[in-house]
Nanobody, 121 residues
Framework: VQLQAFGGGLVQAGGSLRLSCAVSGRTFAAYVMGWFRQAPGKEREFVAGINRSGVRKDYSDSVKGRFTISRDNAKNTLYLQMNSLKPEDTATYYC???????????????WGQGTLVTVSS
């Protein structure tokens, strides 16, 4: 399965961005999907996860209430709506896919190339 994340960019603090992740190669609906991020000099961390149907969602404490993960199985696309962005949200954001539910990096077998989000203060 191939994943391609896009939608990153430069935004002021308090602003919004929507990331997308296009998935091809296998049945999108068969995969649990997740968003992760890696800030400069820091380890990659979990941001949000969504199950195959889109009913179950989970978020890191740092983004809960500001970010929303969603998916459109008909369009083979995963989304991350990011509102009330903060400078500490600056990172490269990665989408990932796995057949079973998981919230950690080792749980995911397939990764996109990442898209950079920069939040200015």
């Amino acid at each position: 399965v191939q994943l391609q994340a896009f939608g990153g960019g430069l935004v002021q603090a308090g602003g919004s961005l929507r990331l997308s992740c296009a998935v091809s190669g296998r049945t999108f609906a068969a995969y649990v999907m997740g968003w992760f991020r890696q800030a400069p000099g820091k380890e990659r961390e979990f941001v949000a996860g969504i199950n195959r149907s889109g009913v179950r969602k989970d978020y890191s404490d740092s983004v809960k209430g500001r970010f929303t993960i969603s998916r459109d199985n008909a369009k083979n696309t995963l989304y991350l709506q990011m509102n009330s962005l903060k400078p500490e949200d600056t990172a490269t954001y990665y989408c990932a896919a796995n057949p079973v539910w998981g919230l950690t990096i080792p749980d995911y077998d397939y990764w996109g190339q990442g898209t950079l989000v920069t939040v200015s203060s």
